[in-house]
């Protein structure tokens, strides 16, 4: 089992920045990736950014050059921070685990993200 418990989520005015934090406990040897993935109101869940345990990433198109996913050597911790800022990026964010050949298997609670305009 994985425990995933997100932060730093809150109000911020477009054009503006925050930085998520999920720190990780529990069975973190199992972890194969980390991401954090998005839900706005009435639309799908959707990944937006995640980082492999070779350090490899991935960022959905929307996000490219504005978000940066990190995390500490010990893959305990995992940030997104986010700049420059859309109302379009108003969302629940959850923080996940991937698991190897299991897919997103742990999930956090989530944290609210909302931009205004």
């Known amino acids: 089992q994985v425990q995933l418990v997100e932060s730093g989520g809150g109000l911020v005015q477009a054009g503006g920045s925050l930085r998520l934090s999920c720190a990780a406990s529990?069975?973190?040897?199992?972890?194969?990736?980390m991401g954090w993935h998005r839900q706005a109101p009435g639309k799908q869940r959707e990944l937006v950014a995640s980082?492999?345990?070779?350090?490899?990433?991935y960022y959905a198109d929307s996000v490219k050059g504005r978000f940066t996913i990190s995390r500490n050597n010990a893959k305990i911790a995992v940030y997104l921070q986010m700049n420059s800022l859309k109302p379009e990026g108003t969302a629940v964010y959850y923080c996940?685990?991937?698991?190897?050949?299991?897919?997103?298997?742990?999930w956090g609670k989530g944290t609210q993200v909302t931009v205004s305009s």
């Open positions: 996940a685990a991937e698991i190897r050949g299991r897919g997103w298997v742990y």
């Open positions: 980082i492999s345990s070779d350090s490899s990433t």
């Open positions: 529990g069975s973190i040897f199992s972890i194969n990736a």
